[in-house]
């Protein structure tokens, strides 16, 4: 089980990842196609019911032509 810190953080990260998506007007399933992770667990990870795998974020930031570390720079940054 994640700590609590850790556990901001991922949550911090998921916001990061969905306001970019939707700033970028690329639908769940758009991104599923670009990145190769599957829609339901893209579903999923937005809703927090699944803890992603650093393969899954790193392949969601690249198809939304972010750099992963741009994106955990400002979720450590927004966490409470």
């Known amino acids: 089980m ?3 810190e ?3 953080f991922l949550k911090a990260l998921v916001e ?4 970019i998506r939707a700033a970028a007007g690329v639908s769940q399933e758009q991104l599923a196609t670009q990145s190769g992770v599957d829609r ?3 579903s999923r990870l937005e809703r927090l ?3 992603p795998s650093i ?3 790193y392949d ?5 032509k972010v750099p992963f570390h741009l994106i955990a720079e400002k979720a450590e940054q ?3």
């Open 2 to 4: 994640p700590s609590e």
């Open 6 to 8: 850790a556990d901001a």
């Open 16 to 19: 990061e990842l969905k306001e």
């Open 40 to 42: 339901a667990i893209i």
């Open 49 to 51: 019911e699944r803890i």
């Open 55 to 57: 393969m899954a974020l």
């Open 60 to 64: 969601l930031a690249r198809a939304l």
């Open 78 to 80: 927004r966490k409470p």
